[in-house]
């Protein structure tokens, strides 16, 4: 089965959850995109760590001002109502519960809710960032990700087996077959695609997928 | 009182080596190119400051700011969250040989450890890190029913960092994002040395606009026209 969702349709369905008026950060890289995909009506506050609040969209190609950038050290633009600040304010905002959602890539998920996303192991230079600080204090820690590595092997699983960025804190999960929430330890399926069975989908996935109602259809416009 | 200091290379004439230095910054954003480049200069005077420890979200970019200093081997560690970027070579050549030691820290953890040795705190817990390989050795304790690391207060000998304007009490103001770690790292360093692209009479900053008071600042100096590192790493400019 070839059939799966563009990252640009997971950043689709990712953004349809997030509320008007939300504080939101976005990962560098793919989650990125959630912010291109905000429903009509609603507009949420973009964080991102180096001290922004209320950013929008990158400028003009020679209209870049590099005192002005995001997390990925990209060039961005401000909106009506943005604030500067220093760095231990901006985690403490991360850290101190104010974001309602922080949207993060992903190398593994298990079902208890841990993240592996800042190191595929101890070859090369390590690098953490902000990884290890945004998982916590979000109210939504949800994480965006192909359902499968690019070897065919489940990102979703038991237990991660790649070095932790986090212990418990993942609350959702946007792939590119479904929508799972983890909840007591469990991943629970709440959307798949549905020109796929139940049956592959579990068997594309690294642990038990448990049901808990409705599994409704996975619906996202061509991108 | 006056912390002004007539020129950029006396700024500096005082970091000794084995010092550590905070330099402020983000990527480009806030880095003092001025005052790194007057470090190089000195250095390769003299042969001095050496075997630094220098502590900066990253590690350099390119071969222009901190990645010149690691370049002419004056840094012996870097304490950082983040060491890559656009051009990692200066920092990346020197680990992989064993040249340079890293201490990696999350960014938030680096950013609330400098504001704590400023404050004052000598260790303070964090969610951050819990059950990671970076947290390994440290202390953790619960409280209401989660469990947190514990973390120690960063201080340095030297803060170098970047402001809009200044004055001559030390009362700065930045630009835009610039600000990042500066506002913490003058807070905890014993010698804090600003760049600031617009010094002013006193008086001459609203003290409701003030965002660094000059109690955390020891020197000022005006560099008018300063670098911005993200247009030197992009216009692949080498400082030898």
Redesign the interface.
Known sequence: MNIKLSNAQIAWRAAQDIADGAYVNLGIGFPEMVAKFQPAGRAAVFHTENGVLGFGEAPPEGQEDWDLINAGKKAITLKPGASFFHHADSFAMVRGGHLDVAILGAFQVAETGDLANWSTGPKGVPAVGGAMDLVHGAKHVAVVIDHLTKDGKPKLVQRCTMPLTGVGCVTRVYTSLAVVDIEGGRFVLREKLPAISLVALQSMTGAQLHQDGVIADLLVPDL | MDKRVASIAEAVAGIPDGATVMIGG?????APVELIHALVDRFVATGSPKDLTIVN?NAGNGRVGIAALIDHGMVRKMVC??????D?RA??EK??AGEIE?E?????????R??AGGAGIPAFY?????????ARGKPVAEFEGRSYVQERWLKGDYALIKAEIGDPHGNLA???????????MAMAAAHTVVQVTRLVPLGGIEPEAV?TPGIFVDAVVEASRPE????LVRAGTHYA
């Open positions: 983000f990527g480009g954003s806030g979200n969250s983040f060491p890559r970027s656009s990692p920092f990346t680990y992989l890293l990696l820290v999350p960014q938030g953890t680096l950013a609330e400098i504001r964090t969610p951050t890190s819990f059950g990671t390989e970076l930045y630009r835009m994002a610039a600000r990042n770690f500066a506002p913490l965002v911005q590192e993200e247009a």
